[in-house]
């Protein structure tokens, strides 16, 4: 079965960058993309960008542009995203998703807590 | 960007109702409609997906309608296991886009 496997929960002081991982199994890694979603402490969901997992074309929402940075590894079948310089109101659970174009996002990692702080 | 919006945010309903959840896109978005539901300390699980097609596994209670703009999730007999947060989003065109939420409590 697909699953989504994300690293653990990250505490970083504002500017010290984070990456968080996202490893998949149970599907040929590079058939599909993967998404970024952001939910901050009692707030909704926002998407923050995809990245095409075969040729690793990338695609952010507006927010996250130049802030956030979404790499993969075909060969350890992960996805990577990095916040380089992140700020306090980053703190954050950070989900990974499996979805195609125009398709919905069927994959949940079960996220990742980052928390920025002094 | 297309903005997704949610009515209501909050709504208090008994075991046994009936609810309707909406979603209203600022542009149309065809059926590329999906629907979320989300309990405390958990990802997303996805309901309905293409606006009206039920996800593999989900209960026959849930269901959903619409195209272009405008977007309904009903439940057509609320369950216990129900009182959760449900989410739209919008898959027609990126950013990929989600409602603000709709938190369904117990009366």
């Known amino acids: 079965q697909v699953q989504l496997v994300q690293s653990g929960a990250e505490v970083k002081k504002p500017g010290a960058s984070v990456k968080v991982s996202c490893r998949a199994s149970?599907?040929?890694?590079?058939?599909?993309?993967l998404h970024w979603v952001r939910q901050a402490p009692g707030q909704g969901l926002e998407w923050m960008g995809w990245i095409n997992t075969d040729n690793g074309n990338t695609k952010y929402a507006q927010t996250f542009q130049g802030r956030v940075t979404i790499t993969r590894d075909t060969s350890a079948s992960t996805v990577y995203m990095e916040l380089p310089s992140p700020r306090f109101d980053d703190t954050a659970m950070y989900y990974c998703a499996r979805g195609d174009g125009y398709k919905p996002l069927e994959d949940w990692g079960q996220g990742t807590q980052v928390t920025v702080s002094s | 960007d297309i903005q997704m919006t949610q009515s209501p945010s909050s709504l208090s309903a008994s075991v046994g109702d009936r609810v309707t959840i909406t979603c209203r896109a600022t542009q149309s978005i065809n059926t590329y409609l999906n629907w979320y539901q989300q309990k405390p300390g958990k990802a997303p699980n996805l309901l309905i997906y293409d606006a009206s097609n039920l996800q593999s596994g989900v209960p026959s209670r849930f269901s959903g309608s619409g195209s272009g703009t405008d977007f309904t999730l009903t439940i057509s007999s609320l369950q216990p296991e129900d009182f959760a947060t449900y989410y739209c989003q919008q898959s027609g065109s990126t950013p990929y886009s989600f409602g603000q939420g709709t938190k369904l409590e117990i009366k």
């Open positions: 149970g599907y040929t890694f590079t058939s599909y993309p």
